[in-house]
């Protein structure tokens, strides 16, 4: 399928850095309670990733992430996820989260 470029203009895709994460035990497969930082404009969001393949919630703090910020709040368990933090999969389908490869202002939109 096709896509126009406004039609990819929809989708608000910015940079936020993890500013908190907890293990989140209760959710039906292994995932991590997310809080991002999108600066001033957008403010902190929170999210729930299946991240713990390859990260600990220690190990997220301070990194920068890449997530759709437009879509609507979604229950995901006992969290509201305000956010859609981005990854890919590695060779075994398990997330490798997407950011950039340099320090950027907070809340910058992808283009």
Known sequence: ????YDD?????IRV???????????????AIKLWVDFGPEIGEKRS?????????????V??????????PPRQVGKVMSEVLVLGVPDAAGEVVLLSPDHD????GRMF
Do not use: C, W
């Open 62 to 71: 301070g990194r920068q992430v890449m997530a759709v910020v437009n879509f």
């Open 48 to 60: 729930s990733a299946q991240l713990t393949r390859h990260y600990t919630p220690e190990g997220l």
């Open 104 to 107: 950027v202002p907070l809340g």
């Open 8 to 12: 990819f203009q929809m989708v608000d």
């Open 16 to 30: 936020g850095r993890i500013t908190r994460a907890e293990p989140f035990p209760e959710a039906r497969k292994p």
């Open 1 to 4: 399928m096709t896509i126009t």
